[in-house]
């Protein structure tokens, strides 16, 4: 079977040339450290404590940090594929956890139907949404709801990914029907609504 160096040239450098892999643009970005913010690295275990809270991650082994002049740098760990694909990524998450411990993170969401709402008692959400049972929701450590009236409802926290977890939980009950716009929505989410269409009227019938 004879094969053409010239494509297989073209193949190799297209699906898994090393040498030809591109470094992450946003991993490059250094992070600033605010004031009142202490970043403490160990290994790959970066925690970051400022005015709001305390976050702790581990990352995989490919991604390396450093606290240098005020900023913190993040790089891949080693020259493999995984790595330069990761601390990119690893950058976004630990930018995050700096925002996160200074001004914090929020999602609002609405709730919509007759009879719809939400009690907050301690640390559980009780929700009536329609069915013959309440449902209660227990919030996790690290998240406050304030709830305004029975409609509405702020999901705070300083961890991002968190905030957004538990306002998907919430709206994951009853998510909003596409017809009359009944059910839990978070604000900021696009919501597709259908078309109701209406038959024409039927000619009445008399009978003699």
Not at 92 to 97: A, F, L, P, T
Not at 108 to 115: L, P
Request: charged share 20%; proline share 5%.
């Amino acid at each position: 079977m004879l094969v053409d160096k010239k494509l297989a040239a073209k193949s190799f450098v297209k699906f898994g040339n090393p040498g030809d892999i591109k470094m992450s643009r946003i991993g490059k970005l250094p992070i600033a450290i605010p004031e009142k913010v202490q970043v403490n690295v160990e290994g790959t275990t970066i925690s970051v404590e400022g005015p709001k809270g305390k976050l702790v991650k581990d990352f995989p082994t490919g991604v390396a940090f450093e606290v240098v002049d005020g900023v913190i740098q993040v790089s891949p760990g080693n020259k493999s594929r995984f790595a330069n694909a990761m601390y990119g990524t690893a950058r976004s998450i630990v930018n995050g956890m700096v925002e996160g411990v200074v001004n914090g993170f929020s999602k609002d969401i609405e709730i919509n139907g007759v009879g719809f709402g939400g009690v907050l008692k301690g640390s559980v959400l009780t929700l009536k949404l329609g069915f013959s049972h309440e449902i209660l929701y227990e919030v996790p450590e690290g998240i406050t709801l304030i709830l305004d009236g029975t409609t509405k409802i702020k999901v705070t926290g300083t961890d991002k990914q968190l905030v957004g977890q538990v306002a998907a939980s919430i709206k994951s009950y009853y998510p909003v029907e596409p017809y009359k716009g009944k059910g839990v929505t978070i604000v900021g989410e696009f919501v597709r609504l259908s078309l109701i269409h209406i038959s024409e009227p039927t000619r009445p019938l008399y009978i003699s």
